[in-house]
């Protein structure tokens, strides 16, 4: 039986795209001409935003259509436990049933919440989901055994354990679960009064918007969250800086994935000015933002938007990357082979992509951008071991031309 992985990425969109949807209906959904629609069905080449556009046009990750998860994804047996456990934890501590028990101190609360999010910033998702299942259990009781002066810190934190299982379930494709868990994380955060993390969950909303590919909802909800944010001149706060640096500058990337050049370039621009006032990349519930974060975001967005020199130029300019998370720095080293892809250095975009995959063969299995990388680095002088390792460590079939 044919896997969905078997097809190439031009059979994806074929499928997807169905019967009852023409090429050129889907060139005027996506917003791109009928030949390129015809050139990447025969597998004949298409940058990053062509295939975004035609994801975003079929209402589907683009990671479907490069064959990473199947359009219902079939994923292995502990993931699978681990969701169906995350699930029954959100909802049921939403519905209130089984919080009903004695909480943890506060201590060994945020300290099990903090091993969860340290393993989410590590690239280790499903471990995250592991132990954010019992965290929010735990959250919800100590919300519940609360006195009137101690709900508001409860209720942040279990803000806090909602938006990190919102997180997790989004890393894995479980979209619907991804949205319950931002919008009690929403309750939570209005419920504890703090406008930053309301601010945090409206970003991370903004951002299972944008997996699901619904742009315009993304660049609405990425720009309320920047904007309830904004900082006076004056204002020192480290926290505060951070917290707005890292939501306008992940407005940049919706604007950079929605086609907005120079609105990303603008956006980005505001980012880059809050890093330097900072002057050292910060952590602030779960985030973290300075001049090495926009940096690296600044190399990720100038990929996206067909500027893989300037990308390749910023990487050179970047200095010491060990500030940034595991995550962090593995995706920034995505964007750089695929720069070094779309500048036709195809065996260093290998080498390069080979590195992170062997590095974090877990985290890498739910990115898109491998698949991409691939494709192209495998139209130049890429050798065919290397694509075979990359298959090998994946878990998928890459494109061979």
């Not at 169906?84 to 501590?93: F, P, Q």
């Not at 990349?281 to 990929?303: C, E, L, Y």
């Not at 962090?328 to 250095?345: C, I």
């Amino acid at each position: 039986m044919t896997q969905w992985s078997d097809y190439t990425t031009g059979e994806r969109i074929k499928l997807l795209r169905g019967p009852d949807l023409t090429q050129e209906q889907l060139a005027e959904a996506s917003g791109l001409s009928v030949a390129t629609i015809r050139k990447a069905e025969r597998d004949l080449g298409g940058s990053l935003h062509t295939l975004l556009r035609i994801s975003a046009a079929l209402n589907a990750d683009v990671s479907v259509i490069l064959g990473q998860q199947a359009p219902r994804r079939a994923m292995r047996g502990a993931d699978r436990a681990m969701l169906r456990e995350l699930s029954r934890a959100v909802h049921d501590t939403a519905a209130g049933v089984g919080v009903d028990v004695q909480p943890p101190a506060p201590a060994e609360l945020a300290a099990g919440l903090a091993a969860a999010w340290e393993m989410y910033r590590a690239g280790d998702f499903a471990g995250a989901g592991v132990r954010v299942a019992p965290a929010l259990r735990e959250a919800a009781a100590a919300l519940r055994a609360a006195t009137a002066d101690q709900r508001g810190t409860a209720a942040g934190i279990l803000a806090d354990a909602y938006r990190l299982a919102a997180y997790v379930a989004n890393q894995f494709g479980a979209r619907d679960l991804a949205y319950a868990g931002i919008g009690h994380a929403q309750d939570q955060a209005d419920r504890a009064g703090d406008i930053v993390r309301s601010a945090m969950v409206a970003s991370g909303r903004s951002w299972i918007y944008l997996r699901d590919s619904r742009l315009g909802q993304a660049e609405q909800t990425a720009r309320a969250s920047y904007e309830s944010i904004e900082p006076r001149y004056g204002d020192r706060d480290p926290g505060l800086l951070a917290t707005y640096g890292w939501h306008v500058t992940f407005a940049a990337v919706v604007a950079a994935r929605s086609g907005d050049i120079a609105g990303a370039d603008d956006l980005l621009s505001q980012g880059q000015a809050v890093a330097a006032r900072m002057g050292r990349d910060v952590t602030v519930n779960g985030t973290a933002f300075g001049p090495t974060t926009v940096t690296a975001q600044a190399i990720g967005i100038s990929v996206s938007t067909g500027r893989p020199g300037k990308a390749l130029g910023l990487f050179g300019s970047l200095g010491d990357p060990s500030g940034l998370t595991p995550s962090a720095h593995n995706r920034l080293m995505l964007d750089v082979a695929l720069a070094q892809a779309e500048t036709r250095q195809s065996d260093s975009a290998l080498d390069t992509l080979l590195d992170v995959c062997s590095a974090a063969p877990g985290w890498a299995r739910h990115q898109a951008l491998p698949g991409v990388i691939a494709q192209k680095a495998s139209a130049g002088s890429a050798t065919t071991a290397k694509l075979r390792k990359l298959s090998a460590i994946l878990g998928t079939s890459m494109v061979i031309s």
